[in-house]
């Protein structure tokens, strides 16, 4: 079955410390990754995709296939990251219907 | 409107009663979702319409929970005699047709169930 693990679901971090917001999945095929983030008050929105290689805020996203893993990495943690962020899945398997990890709250201490 | 629109905003409704959600996407996107957000519980998939196929729905958690989108464009969410453990966030999203796509979100409707 496809799914998206998000095995923390707060993770705490000072001003300027790294932070890495762990996903894992499972999908048999190959499947498209995005990263989703919802601040206070805010509708989820999206963050970067994997297909894009692009660095958004400070973020990236490495899709390893091997460990089925699409982390998402910022070397220097800002107060305005404090924020839910959502891994998420889509594939040819499943129509594009995009599914998500439970979340992960950073909140990062000034 | 440019995005999304949900409505109601907020709902509180009496347990065994049934409640409509309605979900305006952005216009010319073929993709719709519904999702529910609960506490701990993150982004729960409810269902699924893709242009003119058959709707993907696989997340409905009972059968006291059914949706339609008419013409293409707006949906609703129903949820027939409602329970406490139906009160959450359900949040609906619009993407154009396309697997890489990005999806809008809504800003969401608040059901709680007394």
């Known amino acids: 079955a496809q799914r998206v693990t998000q095995p923390e679901k707060l993770l705490s971090v000072f001003k300027g410390a790294p932070v890495e917001l762990k996903c894992n999945y499972s999908?048999?095929?190959?499947?498209?990754l995005f990263w989703y983030v919802q601040y206070s008050r805010q509708r989820l929105q999206l963050l970067l995709r994997?297909?894009s290689r692009e660095s958004i805020k400070g973020f990236t996203a490495d899709l390893n296939k091997g460990e089925t893993s699409f982390h998402l990495k910022k070397p220097f943690a800002q107060e305005e990251d404090s924020a839910m962020y959502y891994c998420a899945l889509s594939g040819y398997n499943q129509g594009g219907k995009l599914i998500f990890g439970q979340g992960t709250e950073l909140s990062v201490k000034p | 409107g440019a995005g999304v629109s949900q409505s109601p905003s907020n709902k509180v409704t009496e347990k065994g009663k049934d409640v409509e959600l309605r979900c305006d996407p952005i216009?010319?996107?073929?993709?719709l979702y519904w999702y529910r957000q609960s506490l701990g519980q993150g982004l729960e998939f409810l269902i699924y319409?893709?242009?003119?196929?058959?709707?993907?729905k696989s997340g409905l958690p009972s059968d006291r929970f059914s949706a339609e989108r008419t013409g293409g464009s707006v949906s609703t969410l129903t949820i027939q005699r409602t329970q406490q453990e139906d009160s959450a966030v359900y949040l609906c999203a619009s993407s154009s047709q396309g697997l890489n796509t990005e999806a809008f979100f809504g800003q969401g409707t608040r059901l709680t169930v007394v």
């Open positions: 319409f893709q242009g003119n196929s058959a709707p993907d």
């Open positions: 994997h297909i």
């Open positions: 216009s010319g996107h073929t993709a």
């Open positions: 999908y048999s095929g190959s499947p498209e």
